[in-house]
């Protein structure tokens, strides 16, 4: 496949069906050999769907045949190659979880989110790799390893969406679909070089529901309208989540938004490569008319309250008898779980109601909230979290990331965007995070960030590297 159409975008790959300059099939054939051929190197797939893609795909040829362009109006995603991470179950294709306790489990049913892919036309490449349910900010597991960051192949691509970020940025199809329960869309969005956007909590309809209620899911992309487009077509209620929200008016134009410009949520602080990017960044948007607050986070870290529920949760879904599957990183997650008592457990829950009041008060100031996702730089590929992690208290696997579990604790939507590379060659994440249930604001600035500073070029530098 030519290197432009490895990292074309939707609206690109819709031109190139319509004028039949190359078919679908032809396209997802071609992501299909990338993957078989790339990703030997970087692991962002656990299963690949071969047989049901190249299926997927002749429908989608067929639809074209019959209805021309117009079926994309219809079909907003019709040919499209997507991939969805093994947390996620998917009717009649393997979903490990990451863990060996899944290792051969094939669902007989699809959540609201990948039945509505389908129904959009999306073609499912295969599923991507993550820590054992989702526990960590890396890429390991006992199912099949680690994935690699494919700018710097000895760093982590983040997680625990890891193989979700890693594969939209080796050019394994136009998106992939992830989850977030503290910064696992984000991280590996911002490690990767990519979109990653966390809508509102249950924006997109959570099934089967996270026991923590924390988790979100959405997608990550190369742009934000790819990014909204399959937000688009994953939102809405369904009655299988009932927390799941209404979807909203798409918003248009680049009207003057108010921004909260914050350095740091806490520790670790920013590396100095990571601010300045970040900073450089908000000075496009600044100058473009946006006007910016510099100004301090008020509020304290609450990683205790995100670890208490987390810790909870995981306990809750394993009994001893299971221990001896489980990974060997998260097993202390598990026990220090078992050990916290009710009482403690639903006073998090009520710090976490306080918290969330505070932030979302705080918020009415200001429109959009811009932080670096990460602090810090992708750390080695064999660890599953950085070396100089924070303690915050006796679980503090998550506590390197402190500007992203907020917004899980919150659940406003929040979104990475690229805004550069340091001098290693890793990249850099600007987070944007919106008022409460205000999606479209979120992708509305992000887009026009996008406008003014592009990111496409940068991919050129991986293209031709596998």
Known sequence: MADELVYADITALRGLFGRK????????TDVLGRIEEADLAIGAFVTVDRDGALLAASLAEQTLRTEGPAAF???????????IKDLIPTRGLRTTRGSLLHRDWVPD????????????????????????????????????????????????????????GAAVAAGFGVGSV????????????????????????SRIPYVPASAELLSHAGPLTRTVADAALMYRAMAGPDPLDPWSLPVEQAEAGTAPLRIAWVR???????DPQVEKACAAAVAV???????VVETDWPFEDPYPILATILAVADAAGHDEAADTLIDPGRRPIIEYGRGISG?????????????????LRWMADYDVLATPTVPGQPFPVALDQPTDTPVKGPAPWLAWTPATYPANLTGQPAISVPVGRTAEGCP????????????????RIAGHLEQLQPWRDMYDDLAGGY
């Open 21 to 28: 300059a190359v078919s679908p099939v032809e396209y997802v």
């Open 73 to 83: 109006r219809r079909l907003p995603l019709l040919g499209m190659a997507i991939s």
């Open 109 to 164: 049913f699809d959540p609201p989110l990948v039945r509505r892919l389908r129904e959009a036309g999306a073609v499912i490449v295969g599923k991507t790799n993550t820590p054992e349910f989702g526990w960590s900010g890396a890429s390991g597991n006992r199912v099949v390893g680690r994935t690699r960051n494919p700018w710097v192949r000895d760093r982590t691509p983040g997680g625990s969406s890891a193989g979700a």
């Open 178 to 201: 992830g989850t977030d329960g503290a910064g696992s869309i984000r991280i590996p969005a911002s490690f990767c070089g990519v979109v990653g956007f966390k809508p509102s909590f």
């Open 264 to 270: 740091t949520l806490g520790a670790p602080a920013p």
């Open 285 to 291: 948007l600044a100058a473009a008319g946006h006007e």
């Open 343 to 359: 009482t403690d457990h639903a006073e998090a829950i009520r710090l976490r109601g306080d918290y969330t009041g505070r932030v």
């Open 428 to 443: 850099v994440g600007l987070q944007l995070v919106g008022r409460w249930r205000a999606d479209e604001s979120v992708l």
